[in-house]
């Protein structure tokens, strides 16, 4: 798989990692969004690939372009406003649908854990994350948990740590940056330096 198609046909290099890591089953579930006019060669994507593809029953009016946050108003498919949807990709039929279901049902507890986010990392967020406090992201102390280049298309995690010396965000993103040295050596290098602290 060409990483460059990836990003094109995604939008973004670290929507394409994310494809990247779930073709290479470090990851088991990815979410993200959409506007409808990229759907199509994603979904030629997918059937190519053999994932499952599931799109959200609603759209989505993004307050910013995070996927990281349910961040953002919830609007019927029918209303004419231009939402995004956001969709869940797997190898595993069950758990695409299992993702959107609990989106669906506002159970971030249980999509935290489908998505592969540690048990500590999604109970800070469910703690912390309220509709005035949407931004969790602490300083960076390390390149792992560095989530400060996020909006610049950097970044290792999709989840936020629960501290940036979480010692299961911190595994995460050591077997993500281990498969993108080896499948994507140019994207590693680009992450370490931009993300080193
Ligand atoms: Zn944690």
Redesign the pocket.
Known sequence: MNFNVLVILFGSQTKAQEILLLLHDVKDVVRQGFYDEELLLVEQFCQEQHLFFVKSKFKVLLADDSDYSNKGLRIPLEDSRKGMFFVYFSKNEEKALLASYYELTENHQQLGLLLG?????V??FLQTFTPQNTDLELPPTNHYTNLSQRHQDAVLLSHF???SD????ITLAQQYLKVLQEAEPGRADELLKRLCV
């Open positions: 986010y540690p048990n500590c990392c109970a800070y740590p629960c501290r979480c010692p299961a965000s």
